[in-house]
C-alpha cells in the first residue's frame, strides 16, 4: 500500500472526518473538530506531487497545473471514499480530504426536524439546504433522495462536484453525474437534463447565474429540484439568489422564485457534549403563501419575523433550535452561544 494510503486508512481508522496534507507540516486529520498530527513523515513539496499524480489521470493533472486548483473524488476499493480538494499554498501542492461514507444515513436518524421528510412528499419545486462548509448538507440531501428512492418509482438524476454518497437504485432509477469526468459544469448539465426525462434533480450547488437560472427553471417546468447554497440563513439564502442576477432581471426572479421555492434548511454542526459524535441545528423557512408575498414584493428582511410566528407550519429560526440543543443537554452553553446568530440575546434566555 502507498504511503497516501497508509495515511489515509490510519486516519480512518482514527475516526477523523478530514485529512490534511501541507507541504512543511506533517499529516493533519480532523476529530470530532478537533485537529490532530498524524505519525507520519513531513510532507515534501515531492511527495505532495507524486500523492497528486497517484489519484489524478493524466488529463486531470494537466488541468490542475493550469488552473491551481481541482476537486475530485478518490477511492480505496473496499475501505473508503474520500471527496478531495487539491490546491497550491506557498507555491506547492496542499490536498484536503473529507471522508465519504458510502452508507446513506435514514433521514430520521439524522436528528433533523420531522417538517424535512414531509418534505421528500414534495411533487414539485425547488427546496435548499444551506449551510458552511461541513455542515451536513451533502448528508441530508443524500438522505432525502434516499427516502424518496424507497418510495417512488421515479428517475432521480444528480449533478455532484465530486459524486461522494453512491446511491444505489432502489425502486427510482438513478443516475449520478459528476462534473468533470461525465459532465464538464453543472450549468451545461443542467442545459441538457430536461431532456432525459427526469422527474428529481440533484445540483450539487448554485454557484453562479447560468446554474441558478438553469435549476429555477427546471423547478419552474414541473421537477422538484434540490440543491444547495453556502448561506446562513434562509432570508440571506434568497437574497443570494437574487443578489446573483443583474439588477434589470431582479423582479423577474423574485416573480419566479417566489413561485417555485418550497422551503429553505439551514444547517450548523454542533459537537455533542452528551455522547461522541455530531448533531446539527436547523433553521427551517417553508414558502407558504405570506412567505410568496415577502419575496414577491422584495420584504425579505421580514422573513425572520415570519419564521419566529410560524411553529405550527414546521419552521423554526437557528437560535431556536440552538436553544433546544442546549436545553436538552446535546450542545455546550459557549458552543450555543458563539453558533447563535443572536448570542447576546440567547445568552439572556439561558440564563432566565
Do not use: W
Not at 432509477?173 to 428529481?200: A, M, N, W, Y
Not at 446573483?244 to 450548523?268: D, E, F, W
Request: glycine letters at 4%; one cysteine or more; hydrophobic letters at 40%.
Amino acid at each position: 500500500m502507498s504511503m497516501l494510503n497508509d495515511m489515509l486508512k490510519t486516519a480512518v481508522d482514527n475516526n477523523a472526518s478530514d485529512i490534511h496534507l501541507v507541504v512543511g507540516h506533517a499529516p493533519m486529520m480532523r476529530v470530532r473538530t478537533q485537529m490532530a498530527a498524524l505519525d507520519f513523515p513531513i510532507l515534501t513539496a515531492e511527495s505532495a506531487l507524486r500523492m497528486l499524480k497517484e489519484m489524478l489521470p493524466e488529463h486531470r493533472l494537466t488541468a490542475f497545473l493550469e488552473k491551481r486548483d481541482s476537486d475530485f473524488s478518490y477511492e480505496m476499493p473496499g475501505f473508503a471514499r474520500f471527496r478531495v480538494n487539491a490546491h497550491y499554498q506557498r507555491s506547492s501542492v496542499a490536498m484536503a480530504f473529507r471522508l465519504i461514507t458510502d452508507k446513506v444515513r435514514a433521514l430520521e436518524n439524522l436528528g433533523l426536524p420531522e417538517i424535512v421528510t414531509r418534505l421528500t412528499y414534495l411533487p414539485r419545486g425547488l427546496v435548499l439546504v444551506t449551510g458552511d462548509t461541513g455542515s451536513g448538507k451533502t448528508t441530508t440531501l443524500a438522505a432525502m433522495i434516499d427516502a424518496m428512492n424507497k418510495r417512488y418509482h421515479k428517475h432521480i438524476i444528480t449533478l455532484e462536484d465530486p459524486v461522494e454518497y453512491i446511491l444505489h437504485s432502489n425502486k427510482c432509477t438513478i443516475e449520478q453525474r459528476e462534473v468533470g469526468s461525465d459532465v464538464p459544469s453543472f450549468s451545461s448539465g443542467l442545459k441538457h437534463v430536461l431532456r432525459q426525462d427526469p422527474d428529481i434533480i440533484l445540483v450539487g450547488e448554485m454557484r453562479d447565474l447560468e446554474t441558478t437560472s438553469a435549476a429555477i427553471s427546471a423547478a419552474e417546468t414541473g421537477h422538484f429540484v434540490l440543491s444547495t447554497l453556502h448561506t446562513n440563513n434562509a432570508a440571506q439564502t434568497i437574497e443570494r439568489i437574487v443578489d446573483i442576477y443583474p439588477g434589470s432581471q431582479q423582479n423577474q426572479i423574485r416573480s419566479m422564485l417566489s413561485n417555485t421555492l418550497q422551503a429553505v434548511i439551514c444547517q450548523v454542526l454542533f459537537k455533542r457534549v452528551d455522547q461522541p459524535g455530531m448533531v446539527p441545528a436547523v433553521e427551517v423557512l417553508i414558502c407558504t403563501p405570506a412567505v410568496r408575498n415577502l419575496i414577491r414584493e422584495n420584504r425579505v428582511y421580514e422573513i425572520q419575523n415570519v419564521i419566529e410566528t410560524s411553529r405550527q407550519f414546521g419552521m423554526q429560526t437557528m437560535d431556536t433550535a440552538i436553544k433546544q440543543l442546549f436545553l436538552n443537554g446535546k450542545i455546550s452553553r459557549d458552543d450555543a452561544v458563539a453558533m447563535a446568530h443572536h448570542p447576546e440575546k440567547l445568552e439572556r434566555q439561558l440564563v432566565a
